[in-house]
């Protein structure tokens, strides 16, 4: 609709000046659609048709979401302080001194590829395994920001010690819930492109990948304790206590962690969880696990049930019968109130204490299992 003819006719000045403001505004949206011009792909799909009836047919689905197995809260009361005002005037330290070292890659040492089992970790929660000749990508997160938007929200602390480009030829892509710092488009639609290995994802999280170009041949959904076999690897869908969602709808699409298990090498990743007694089941079902791959970082006594604090991460190591703990989920994206370096202090005290087998590589260094570099401390002179 025009809007009305202004009564008159303008002088030239004002004509300037007004069409300097017609431009301006025009820039101003512009600039915001700009910014906004992925945010709806990024939010995802929605599930419909025969996703939404095998997620109703889901024992975690009931009413219109997916459940925890017991009642977690995302966020407790915490009357004593004001979450606000700590990220804004908070004295943590919540970026490095200087830049975080990055290890280019290398190639992997030649073994009896029967025996094989390396991690490399290229930072959050982004890592490659090596095992038995086989190689699974985990919660590849390639973008400046794990945020539906380019221009807003938490940006790395590092770059990609690789490119995407890079990466060897991978036999499955493992995603363990939809959250930005796990699930990225845009990583997402390039390793569509460039690789053929299946992605495998919780229940519902098909529904993204669908959004986003992933061919249905190459998207498998899981529900917990379910397995997939792949390049003869088996694959296990497991519990873990957390939630989901990208827009304002919550845990429309299932969380999980992943156990990755060869002839004679079993691996285990806990996607994001809080503490609870899976891990001692997941333990006992699929372990003993030669790494384990833990979630540290992003705990805040305000949610303590959908993020592991260090020490607890500690103990689930040990429940899950595991032997050389490998912390993610830290050092990338700052995404709660600690210093950003803190959680893997906190976890290398009790590691320590309790005497836990402990690999803290830098991003993008490859750790061979059966000879991990002994922990330096190589944050803290970053910190
Ligand atoms: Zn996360």
Redesign the pocket.
């Known amino acids: 609709m025009r809007a009305p003819r202004e009564p008159g006719r303008p002088t030239t000045g004002q004509r300037i000046s007004g069409s300097v403001a017609g431009l301006a505004a025009l820039a101003g949206l512009a600039g915001l659609v700009w910014a906004a011009r992925d945010i709806p792909a990024a939010l995802g799909g929605r599930l419909a048709g025969a996703r939404a009836e095998r997620a109703a047919r889901s024992p975690q689905f009931r009413g219109d979401a997916f459940h925890n197995r017991a009642a977690t809260r995302t966020m407790a009361p915490a009357p004593d302080r004001n979450l606000l005002r700590e990220l804004i005037f908070g004295k943590q330290k919540r970026r490095p001194s200087v830049a975080v070292p990055l290890v280019r890659p290398t190639r992997a040492p030649e073994v009896d590829p029967a025996r094989e089992l390396n991690i490399v970790w290229y930072g959050?929660?982004s890592v490659l395994v090596e095992i038995e000749g086989r190689r699974v990508l985990l919660d590849p997160v390639w973008s400046e920001r794990c945020s539906p938007s380019a221009t807003i929200g938490p940006r790395r602390l590092h770059e990609p010690p690789v490119r995407l480009d890079e990466l060897p030829r991978l036999d499955a892509i493992l995603i363990s819930?939809d959250?930005y710092?796990?699930l990225d488009m845009a990583t997402v639609r390039e390793l569509t492109a460039r690789q053929s290995a299946p992605f495998l994802v919780p229940l519902g999280v098909g529904a993204h990948l669908d959004r986003w170009g992933v061919p249905a041949d190459r998207i498998v959904e899981l529900d917990w304790s379910q397995t997939h076999r792949v390049a003869d690897l088996e694959i296990t869908c497991a519990v873990a206590q957390h939630f989901s969602g990208r827009g304002l709808r919550r845990n429309g699409t299932l969380w999980n962690s992943w156990v990755v298990a060869g002839h004679q090498r079993r691996v285990y990743y806990t996607?994001?969880s809080g503490y609870f007694e899976g891990y001692a089941e997941i333990g006992a079902a699929h372990g003993p696990f030669d790494v384990t791959l833990m979630?540290i970082g992003?705990y805040d006594r305000a949610w303590p049930g959908i993020?592991m604090f260090p020490e607890e991460a500690v103990t689930a190591h040990l429940d899950l019968r595991g032997g050389l703990f490998l912390p993610v989920?830290w050092a990338t994206?700052n995404?709660a109130l600690h210093d950003w370096s803190e959680p893997v202090d906190r976890l290398w005290a009790e590691a320590k204490a309790r005497d836990v087998r402990l690999a803290v590589p830098r991003p993008g260094e490859r750790v061979v299992v059966d000879d991990p570099p002994p922990v330096d401390g190589w944050w803290q002179s970053i910190a």
């Open positions: 959050h929660a819930h959250h710092d796990h996607g994001d979630q992003a993020h989920h994206f995404l």
